[in-house]
């Protein structure tokens, strides 16, 4: 029985300083450059799909997620339970970066780009759509593992 809890002390170590995506942090912590996911590109544009598909995420990893919209009317995206499952950093529109504790939706009034900067947290599955989206086209299903 004593072994078992000294193997089990040993190995704690080693799982905090692991992350989904790279073995070794160092002082960055899950910030880490080899913690970064593939960047999320979503776009809204009058009459065209959000994403080319589903997203799936790692729980724990980093993400930069950009969210460009071409001006051709003024859309929204929500997702409250999406934001809330996940740790933002930081979001950057026009240079300007901000440190948010929540956010509900982003709406564009005209054409412009957001960037967020996350690290995806609670898994299970979510989406952002357009505010009363009926088509599948008008929202994306992220799942966060």
């Not at 003024?74 to 809330?84: D, H, I, Q, T, Y």
């Not at 440190?99 to 960037?115: H, K, Q, T, Y």
């Not at 088509?135 to 994306?140: A, C, L, T």
């Amino acid at each position: 029985m004593k072994s078992l809890a000294l193997a089990a002390a040993l190995a704690l170590p080693t799982l905090a300083h692991s992350a989904p995506l790279c073995d070794k942090l160092g002082f960055a912590g899950l910030l880490a450059k080899c913690n970064v996911g593939e960047e999320i590109e979503l776009t809204l544009a009058s009459g065209q799909p959000i994403s080319d598909g589903p997203i799936t995420l790692e729980s724990g990893a980093y993400y930069e997620m950009v969210i460009t919209a071409d001006g051709s009317a003024e859309l929204a995206l929500e997702g409250a339970g999406f934001f809330r499952a996940i740790w933002m950093d930081e979001i950057v529109i026009n240079d300007i970066e901000i440190r948010p504790m929540a956010v509900d939706s982003f709406e564009f009034d005209a054409a412009g780009e957001l960037e967020l900067g996350f690290i995806a947290i609670k898994p299970g599955r979510y989406e952002l759509a357009l505010p009363g989206a009926r088509g599948d086209s008008q929202r994306v299903k992220i799942q966060i593992k």
